[in-house]
């Protein structure tokens, strides 16, 4: 199956500083990347969706000026997470999808971003 | 709301014996897809089932899908201490490619 990695795998940052999580599609192009965070023990919840060359497109009460996604390539999509506060903390997962009519997507293996 | 609906929340079972976790969605559907999820990793893709489709085989999985009822159900049979993970279905509606997970179902198998 396809590979989709995450960098970093865990990060730890103070409050107030940005944190960059890089996704990558290793195998096959990604023509959109989707951006989850996930809660202990709780499902995931959409983010954004971002497509390669355009702007993303966030879902209802996510901020964007504080989730900045960026989809340079269709290899690579980036989240940075600005300013970040201890609410932020969380399991941050991406997946893509070749945009195959059966909508597969791979996802990564997730960050861990702890913010002290 | 964006989450569908699994139950049971938590299902704890001897190894041997078959699970089944069940899935309900809300709105008309394209695909219906299950995915795994071990503690603290990514997911890992099991089995996608078209709105046409009504069941779906895949080794030790068994996936069945009721568009009247709108709900799913999956099986997995002769169940290992490996299969120890939570479990997640996915709904996407024809046109849009974002998937809605539902709650998902913590499953524990006891050796």
């Known amino acids: 199956g396809a590979v989709v990695s995450q960098h970093p795998s865990r990060v730890i940052c103070k409050s107030g500083t940005s944190v960059k999580i890089e996704c990558r599609s290793l195998d096959f192009q990604a023509t959109t990347m989707f951006w989850y965070r996930q809660f202990p023990k709780q499902s995931l919840m959409l983010m954004a969706t971002s497509n390669e060359g355009s702007k993303a497109t966030y879902e209802q009460g996510v901020e964007k000026d504080k989730f900045l996604i960026n989809h340079a390539s269709l290899t690579l999509s980036t989240l940075t997470v600005t300013s970040a506060h201890p609410e932020d903390s969380s399991f941050y997962i991406c997946?893509?999808?070749?945009?195959?009519?059966?909508?597969?997507?791979?996802f990564g293996p997730g960050t861990r971003l702890t913010v002290l | 709301s964006q989450q569908g609906e699994e139950d049971p929340q938590a299902l704890s079972i001897q190894e041997g014996e078959n699970a089944t976790m069940n899935c309900s969605y809300k709105t008309s559907i394209n695909n219906l897809q299950w995915y795994r999820q071990n503690s603290g990793r990514g997911l890992v893709h099991l089995i996608l089932?078209?709105?046409?489709?009504r069941e779906k085989h895949s080794g030790r999985l068994r996936v069945t899908l009721d568009t009247s009822k709108k709900s799913s159900s999956l099986l997995i049979t002769a169940s290992r201490a490996a299969d120890t993970a939570s479990y997640f279905c996915?709904?996407?509606?024809?046109?849009?490619?974002?998937?809605?997970f539902g709650q998902g179902t913590r499953l524990t198998i006891n050796p």
């Open positions: 089932i078209r709105s046409n489709e």
């Open positions: 997946s893509a999808s070749s945009g195959s009519a059966y909508n597969e997507q791979f």
């Open positions: 996915a709904t996407d509606r024809k046109g849009a490619q974002k998937l809605v």
